[in-house]
Antibody, heavy 114, light 110 residues
């Protein structure tokens, strides 16, 4: 059974940093691209970033490019999202999702506020 | 990031049929097909259909997807109270090298 467990969400001040983790199980993680998405309060789902399985290529939404960095550790079956220069607009539930958006975790809440 | 276009809300009666639409362009829906997700607040998004007509195991046959050019559709027949949720379409955009989402359609079952 596929399982994705996000962690690392917290309250952080504007301009601060946070690293999210997503631990995966139930499938061959090293063969799967992974993604991060988010949903801000009262807003719709938004794709944030993705990382390929084969060559580790990374992709970002315009709204986070240059501030967020996605990475993966296949030995730990974990994908990360390093978030820097956070603003109030980054406040959201952050989800990790398996390749093709076919399976999503329950999410972790990031709140950016002073 | 340019997104896909979905109607904000749709209302239908119990046991009726609802068709939700999603409009993109030649770089996303027309090129890559659309993925449909069902989202109940407080729960993770759930895949209903990927690459248009592929329905994952465990998803009721009441949910079916199709595409005509740059417009994708999700049809839900025999509406049930538990179908009341937000529905999102998404597609990989080859020009942006990223996923684009629709704004979501809130389905109300009357």
């Amino acid at each position: 059974e596929v399982h994705l467990l996000e962690s690392g969400g917290d309250l952080v001040q504007p301009g601060g940093s946070l690293r999210l983790s997503c631990a995966a199980s139930g499938f061959t993680f090293s063969n799967s691209a992974m993604n991060w998405g988010r949903q801000a309060p009262g807003k719709g789902l938004e794709w944030v970033s993705g990382i390929r399985a084969d060559d580790g290529s990374t992709y970002y939404a315009d709204s986070v490019r240059g501030r967020f960095t996605i990475s993966r550790d296949n030995s730990k079956n974990t994908v990360y999202l390093q978030m820097n220069s956070l603003t109030a607009e980054d406040t959201a539930v952050y989800y990790c999702a398996k390749e093709g958006l076919v399976f999503w975790g329950h999410g972790t809440l990031v709140t950016v506020s002073s | 990031q340019a997104g896909l276009t979905q109607p904000p809300s749709v209302s239908r009666g119990l046991r009726q049929t609802a068709t939700l639409t999603c409009t993109g362009n030649r770089y996303n829906v027309d090129d890559q097909g659309a993925t449909w997700l069902q989202h109940h607040q407080g729960h993770p998004p759930k895949l209903l259909s990927y690459r248009n007509n592929s329905r994952p195991s465990g998803i009721a046959e009441r949910f079916s997807a199709s595409r005509s050019g740059s417009t994708a559709s999700l049809t839900i027949t025999g509406l049930q109270p538990e179908d009341e949720a937000d529905y999102y379409c998404a597609a990989w955009d080859s020009s942006l090298s990223g996923w684009v989402f629709g704004g979501g359609t809130k389905l109300t079952v009357l």
